[in-house]
């Protein structure tokens, strides 16, 4: 017995898992470290020094982030070459979902392109030339820093929107394109979840970024 | 829009003179598509063929111009056999059941944009059956002997089944499929016969063949979810659900099929 795997098969299939784990994974470490800044740059640079100090930092960095991350954006640029958008002639929701689940992707090839040699390598001359990962004790200063030029806290925004409504839409095409979620009603509750976990997602995501504007983040002072 | 607005909306509405008809045409397989118009005097009740038929009888554009009687295809005239499909107004449908009257003019006519287009409105859609082979459509049966009666099926099942088995291979959910474009994927028709067949108790013992048969290059996992096909169909299939499934049997027994050897 045993059926035979083609190769669309497998690279399909892992590109659905690679957008839930390592990516999906690491978007939600990624926010629980940026919300470290809402208790004080002295909190969030301790805790980008503990990431650094991770034992085999370097292979779960190119094998846990870089290795999937390229892989399932390069491989859906290809899927989303492959899209026939028709959504005028058949305006359903999920036709909507289906084409703005590329558009986030497109844009998040650009945004975490840009975002990654910015902040992870300090490559960007005029803007940002240190490397967060590598400076620790001033990351919280490069990042406030940048976020007060209000072109590029707006490009952070976009950019912390599309990621969200990427994971969050993802993870519920994750759930059907495995087989775990099937009938109608099932596919309309865990629509719900996904919608709530989306909205929670999006505002823990912009506090964190407000949080090295104004201190303490949206609620600062409040709580 | 309930059936009571429908109606509410037909009665307010004064009926047209005319129905004006475009219609995207081909000469044959090889020549370019045109549009010509043509307009016929309105009567209650009109659907699309006896529009055509109208056409066929004198086929005399709007301006004047006399040409070639439109082709298109036609059998059953009450939305079973799934032949006269075109895209009726951007969206694909039958044309036996598509009435004037519902209609917004001036009215387009395109033959469905996913298959060769033959002639006119008529297209081949030659590769639905050739899917359906590629799946192992049927129940394997070996002689001619008398089997006994076959396995007993829950009520649950027989009425899922019978769902999926009212598929009449038209092709609506393919031509609406953002994903289905040259052959390139097998499509939600063909997946649907999968779980009609996968879901029978003799039809079981030969899964994996057709599991094969949607884990190719134009397999199951093309689906993009856009979920266009469910709301197309016009039988109603549940066919999401049946992606679903197949997505479930295609990992259970494909994917990780291994861990039981
Ligand atoms: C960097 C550029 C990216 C591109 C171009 C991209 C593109 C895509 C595309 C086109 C799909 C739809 C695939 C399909 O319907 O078959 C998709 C799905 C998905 N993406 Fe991304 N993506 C990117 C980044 C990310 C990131 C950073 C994450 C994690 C936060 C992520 C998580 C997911 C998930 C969970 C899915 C659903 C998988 C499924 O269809 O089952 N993606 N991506
Ligand atoms: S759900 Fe899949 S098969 Fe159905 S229209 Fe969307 S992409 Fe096509
Ligand atoms: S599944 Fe529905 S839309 Fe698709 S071919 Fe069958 S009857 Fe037509
Ligand atoms: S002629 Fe059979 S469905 Fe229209």
Redesign the interface.
């Known amino acids: 017995m045993g059926v035979k795997l083609s190769r669309t098969f497998v690279l399909r299939k892992l590109h659905q898992l690679s957008g839930i784990m390592p990516l999906g994974i690491f978007l939600l470490e990624h926010f629980y470290t940026n919300s470290k800044a809402l208790t004080g740059p002295a909190d969030f640079n301790n805790a980008v020094k503990d990431l650094q100090s991770i034992p085999y930092i370097l292979f779960v960095e190119i094998g846990g982030i870089f290795i999937p991350l390229i892989y399932h954006a390069v491989y859906g640029l290809v899927i989303t070459m492959e899209a026939r958008p028709n959504n005028l002639a058949y305006p359903y929701p999920r036709n909507w979902f289906y084409l703005i689940q590329r558009i986030t992707g497109m844009i998040l090839f650009f945004f975490i392109t840009f975002h990654v040699l910015n902040f992870r390598f300090g490559l960007i001359p005029g803007l940002n030339t240190i490397s967060v990962a590598h400076s620790p004790q001033m990351a919280f200063d490069i990042v406030s820093r940048e976020f007060r030029i209000i072109p590029i806290f707006i490009v952070y925004m976009i950019g912390i929107a599309a990621t969200v409504w990427h994971l969050a839409n993802g993870i519920w095409l994750f759930m059907v394109d495995w087989g775990i979620t099937i009938g109608e009603r099932a596919q309309r509750l865990t629509g719900y979840a996904c919608i709530a976990f989306g909205v929670v997602l999006l505002l823990v995501g912009i506090n964190a970024a407000i949080a090295f504007i104004r201190p303490g983040g949206l609620l600062g002072g409040i709580l | 829009m309930s059936a009571h607005a429908v109606n509410q909306k037909k009665s307010n509405r004064v009926p047209p003179k005319t129905v004006e008809i475009h219609i995207r045409r081909r000469a044959n397989p090889d020549s370019p598509q045109y549009w010509e118009v043509f307009e016929l005097p309105y009567r209650p009740n009109l659907n699309i063929i006896s529009c055509l038929m109208e056409i066929q009888k004198n086929p005399v554009t709007k301006e004047g111009n006399p040409t070639t009687p439109p082709v298109w295809q036609m059998n059953c005239l009450e939305q079973v056999c799934g032949i006269c499909t075109m895209v009726i107004n951007?969206?694909a449908r039958q044309s036996c059941s598509a009435l004037i009257d519902n209609l917004e003019q001036p009215i387009k006519l395109e033959p469905m944009s996913k298959f060769p287009n033959i002639r006119d409105l008529v297209v081949d859609r030659s590769q639905m059956f050739d899917h359906l082979k590629q799946v192992n459509a049927w129940v394997e049966l070996d002689g001619t002997h008398d089997l006994g009666p076959g396995p007993r099926m829950d009520q649950e099942e027989v009425q899922e089944r019978y769902s999926y088995s009212r598929c009449m291979t038209c092709g609506c959910c393919l031509e609406?499929c953002?994903?289905y474009?040259g052959d390139?994927y097998i499509g939600p028709q063909a997946i649907a016969q999968v779980r009609l067949f996968n879901m029978h108790p003799s039809g079981k013992m030969t899964r994996?063949e057709r599991?094969?048969g949607i884990?190719?290059?134009?397999?199951i996992?093309?689906?993009?979810?856009?979920?266009?096909c469910v709301?197309?169909c016009p039988m109603g299939i549940?066919l999401?659900?049946a992606?679903?499934?197949?997505?479930?049997?295609?990992?259970?027994?494909?994917?990780f099929?291994?861990l039981?050897?």
């Open positions: 951007g969206r609406a953002p994903q474009e390139n994996d599991l094969e884990m190719g290059e134009d397999g996992t093309n689906c993009g979810n856009a979920q266009n709301k197309a549940p999401t659900r992606i679903y499934e197949e997505n479930r049997e295609t990992v259970v027994h494909g994917l099929g291994w039981k050897s």
